[in-house]
């Protein structure tokens, strides 16, 4: 099977400490044929405070050209980023993508709005105290989210559930209240020839991702990918066993990689 992991970070990232040399040696380990780095871009911090509009691709340069040919025929090597609230200022954006070396833009949500106050969804979502903080955090969420698919600077949506990674799971909050607004979204992204991921998140969140999988796959949806969100080299890869058997089950065909942006198609079970 040709396996590829299409989410993780390296050290180019604030909150990793691992070398592209491990990560691409776990994925090795793993099986995998091919990675693609994806490291952070955050319009925002945790606080909710401005960080730079240009992107500098020097770090993630130079580290990716060092390793790209080291694997020949057993790893291939592929350049992303992750553009978290790219909403901010999508024309800054645009211009820092135009890299004649980039395969692939994750765009992220992983801070409230501006109107909200901007701070990290991990944050806030900690400080809820009741089940209508959890719902107007995924409220402002869905705003952002039909922002994001209006915007040019990203080739899959990550993470879509990523608010209920950290809302209190005693809440029992899910996407469903929202689920007509993401039926749109999704329709967007269909529209536009743009896909979504299947994010693992180190293992942990599989069989949460079932229902908003199914919505996209009835809607039509079949770009697809697969990404572990690793930080370390211990979660590259991390339970893509259950998440093909679940894409098998939901009638995915295919997975796909990326070359200059433009999505290349495999099939999910050879």
Same mark, same amino acid.
């Given at each position: 099977m040709y396996l590829s992991d299409y989410h993780l970070h390296t050290r180019c990232s604030s909150d990793s400490?691992?070398?592209l040399t491990q990560q691409a040696e776990a994925a090795l &380990?793993?099986?995998?044929?091919?990675i693609c780095v994806t490291d952070h871009w955050n319009l925002l911090?945790? &606080?909710g405070n401005r960080l730079?509009?240009?992107y500098s691709w020097e770090a993630s340069l130079k580290q990716w050209k060092k390793l790209r040919s080291r694997w020949p025929g057993a790893l291939e090597l592929r350049l992303g980023v992750e553009v978290g609230n790219g909403v901010l200022d999508p024309a800054a954006v645009d211009a820092s993508l135009e890299l004649p070396e980039l395969d692939f833009v994750i765009g992220s949500l992983h801070s409230q709005s501006a109107a909200a106050g901007g701070r990290g969804i991990f944050t806030v979502a900690h400080e809820c105290t009741t089940k209508e903080d959890g719902a107007a955090i995924l409220d402002d969420y869905m705003d952002m989210l039909e922002e994001l698919v209006q915007t040019r600077g990203w080739d899959v949506l990550g993470h879509v559930i990523y608010p209920l990674r950290y809302i209190p799971e005693e809440y029992g909050l899910d996407l469903r209240p929202w689920w007509d607004r993401l039926a749109e979204v999704f329709r967007t992204v269909i529209a536009q020839g743009k896909g979504i991921e299947l994010n693992t998140t180190c293992g942990t969140t599989v069989s949460q991702w079932r229902d908003v999988l199914a919505l996209y796959r009835d809607l039509g949806g079949e770009v697809l990918t697969l990404g572990s969100d690793a930080h370390?080299?211990?979660?590259?890869?991390?339970a893509f066993p259950q998440a093909l058997e679940l894409l098998q089950s939901l009638g995915f065909r295919w997975l796909c990689v990326y070359r200059s942006r433009t999505p290349l198609f495999y099939k999910a079970d050879s």
């Open positions: 400490q691992a070398t &380990a793993a099986g995998l044929r091919e911090d945790q &606080a730079p509009t240009v370390h080299s211990r979660f590259i890869a991390a």
